[in-house]
């Protein structure tokens, strides 16, 4: 268990926080606050994720959280540089067992197996450019899309090692695409009770979308497309 969420269960739920000081004990604050987004993400999504909602399952006033973060953006980016970390690795892990591979088929099975098991990043990819990046100061985007892109920039090398054809401003092209129909089938694949029940009419037979295939589909294309291009 990581040193912080020992720090977090022996602090408990309905212990008040004294003022952090030191360095280790800001640092236990922090993850407080960035695992209450966590779970507010999973469970309420990005637009129930208010800052007075982190604050209260953190146990912690709104001006704490300022302290640390200076909008509830800012604290959502940053889980997303966490699950974006983590995504990569996975695929970095996964792509180098295949070196040389040359499929795309095997390659698009790894990459859509890995998203589709981090729901928490496809819930803030679907609300990065039209939410979360929308009302930060210039310093704090500025530091987010440089590690965002030095993260992301791991997977785009490794995957022009497996497919040898694919030049370097081909794989981030396919990223770049790959994310953005994250962003965009995501949210589309999440119907409220109602899209349910009507997608069970005949009328509307085979419009409901399953998004495993769907990605799938969508990254065996754009990738048989690049490299033909």
């Not at 360095?23 to 999973?42: F, G, H, N, T, Y």
Request: glycine share 4%; with cysteine; net charge neutral.
């Amino acid at each position: 268990m990581k040193t912080t969420e020992k720090a977090l269960q022996a602090v408990g739920a309905s212990s008040k926080w004294r003022r952090a000081r030191r360095p280790e004990q800001k640092q236990v604050r922090k993850e407080a606050i960035l695992s209450a987004a966590r779970d507010l993400v999973d469970t309420e999504g990005v637009e129930r994720t208010t800052l007075s909602a982190i604050a209260r399952r953190a146990n912690l006033s709104k001006a704490n959280c300022y302290r640390y973060f200076e909008n509830r953006e800012a604290i959502l980016l940053q889980v997303v540089l966490e699950e974006t970390s983590e995504w990569t690795g996975a695929i970095v892990d996964g792509l180098a067992r295949l070196t040389g591979n040359g499929n795309v088929e095997v390659v698009s099975e790894l990459l859509v197996r890995e998203t589709l098991e981090r729901p928490r990043l496809c819930e803030l990819v679907s609300s990065m450019w039209t939410v979360l990046e929308q009302n930060v100061s210039e310093k704090v985007l500025a530091d987010f899309k440089l590690e965002f892109r030095k993260t992301a920039s791991q997977w785009t090398t490794i995957l022009t090692e497996v497919l040898p054809s694919l030049s370097e401003d081909q794989a981030k092209q396919f990223s770049r695409f790959f994310l953005l129909f994250i962003a965009s089938a995501w949210p589309a694949s999440k119907l409220s009770p109602v899209m349910e029940k009507l997608m069970m009419r005949e009328e509307f037979a085979g419009m409901k979308m399953d998004l495993e295939t769907t990605l799938y589909t969508h990254s065996l294309t754009l990738l048989k497309g690049l490299l033909t291009s």
